[in-house]
């Protein structure tokens, strides 16, 4: 997002300690209901910011599976929109895309309705001029809790990128900073000694990546909700769209999550890790066990020697121009699998620039990464093709519909890296 002057678009919570972005109303007394109005406005700060009932993030939308929710969108900008799932398999007409289908105009209201099934942290944005509407600040975090797990103190941390001299254009090249929820980076979070955190983070940027690292980092879920066990790698990479979950054992001393220089054009970069955020112990005390969550376990499936579909990913920056098996988006061959099939789908990516990939309603499991298994089983809708990459993944396909396929970069995107894969 792109704005220097969003520090006064509103008072998250006292400036320097961290929360989640607030919740909206619930208009529904039922308690299997989340029905939320988010009015898309300007933000009155600068011409090019927009917010979600005025918040950068916006609301945090918390329901738990089986919910049904329930969201009017109120339109009051001067242009069309939508909002997005992002990571939901919602019935096609609730996807928020305008591939066949008009957007919501200014002035309309839109309802979304649908029963959320899986747990996990998700997050929704517009799917109209894409790259600049959440550029402008449209965007906000979903939650959707599993019973299941044990109930731990929860914070959602949303990271976005902000260009340095807030001019209004698309922060994702040139001199940027992160902010964390709508503070510039490094934030600070308090919590006493002996506590026990569930963080859940958002690369909600256009196009920045995040290389983060701190000590006893412990990932519990990805972003389709838990992992097979608790995995403990030395720094995760989120890529624009990723989420990740993790837990903080808040014992003596508090720590710094560092984020990585990292490069677009091939993993490491030059430069000084930046904090991030910083979290501080009021009370120390010995830190806590970790909590006992359901980690479902297995193994990642065999990697079977073909894929029905192939995607290839190529363009430059010095041409900026980015497609999909040499096609650019809306000019593109819509690929269909019947319902019910099993898809094994490569990717390829022949260009010199990283590309997270993300597939509209539907989730798949990453079988291979140049030819080896991941480290653990993966369930994922996003995944980051590194430079040359081949990646195989499977899905099912379980829900019918024109699912958009499409690089996360939103700037790759809108210029053309994008398809349909059709569900019928
Ligand atoms: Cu998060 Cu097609 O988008
Ligand atoms: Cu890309």
Redesign the pocket.
């Known amino acids: 997002m792109s704005r220097a002057l969003a520090l006064l678009l509103l008072p998250l919570g006292a400036l320097g300690q961290l929360q989640s972005p607030p919740p909206a109303e619930d208009l529904d007394p039922a308690p299997d209901v989340l029905h939320v109005r988010l009015r898309a406005a300007a933000s009155g700060d600068a011409p090019w910011l927009y917010a979600y009932n005025g918040q950068n993030p916006g609301p945090t939308l918390r329901a738990k599976v089986g919910d049904t929710l329930v969201v009017e969108l109120e339109n009051t900008l001067d242009d069309p929109t939508t909002i ?1 799932w ?1 990571g939901v398999a919602v019935p096609w007409a609730m996807d928020g ?1 305008t591939w066949m289908g008009a957007p919501v105009a200014p002035g309309e209201t839109f309802e979304y309705r649908f029963t959320l099934t899986r747990p996990g942290t998700f ?1 929704y ?1 517009p ?1 109209f001029d ?1 790259a600049r509407q959440v550029d402008a600040g449209l965007y906000g975090v979903l939650v959707v809790e599993d019973p299941a797990e044990p109930a731990v103190d929860d914070l959602v941390l949303v990271f976005d990128t902000v260009a340095e001299h807030g001019a209004p254009r698309h922060a994702d090249l040139g001199r940027v900073r992160w902010w964390v929820n709508g503070q510039p980076a490094p934030a600070t979070v308090s919590r006493r000694g002996g506590s026990l955190l569930r963080v859940r983070m958002l690369n909600a940027s256009n196009a920045g990546y995040l290389a983060l690292r701190w000590p006893d980092l412990r990932q519990i879920a990805g972003d389709q909700g838990l992992l097979p066990r608790l995995h403990t790698p030395e720094r995760v990479l989120l890529g624009p ?1 990723q989420r990740a979950e993790f837990e903080w054992r808040v014992g003596e001393a508090g720590f710094t999550v560092e984020n990585e220089p990292h490069s677009l054009h091939g993993g490491d970069a030059f430069g000084e890790p930046a904090p991030l955020v910083e979290l501080r112990v009021d009370a120390p005390a010995p830190a806590p066990d970790g909590a006992p969550w359901p980690f479902p376990g297995g193994e990642p499936s065999e990697d079977p020697p073909y894929a029905d579909i192939v995607y290839a990913f190529a363009g430059s920056d010095r041409t900026q121009r980015w497609m999909i098996n040499g096609e650019r988006f809306p000019d593109v061959t819509v690929e269909a699998v019947p319902l019910g099939a099993e898809v094994v789908l490569e990717l390829r990516n022949l260009s010199p620039t990283e590309h997270p990939f ?1 597939l ?1 309603g539907l989730h798949f499991e990453v079988l291979s990464v140049n030819g080896t298994p991941p480290p653990l089983r993966t369930i994922a809708d996003t995944w980051n093709l590194a430079v040359h990459d081949v990646v195989r993944v499977r899905f099912t396909a379980d829900n019918p519909g024109d699912w ?1 396929a ?1 690089c ?1 970069i939103l700037p790759h ?1 809108e210029d053309g890296m994008m398809t349909v894969l059709r569900v019928e």
């Open positions: 997005h992002h895309v997050w944005h799917h894409t769209g993300h509209h958009m499409h996360h995107a």
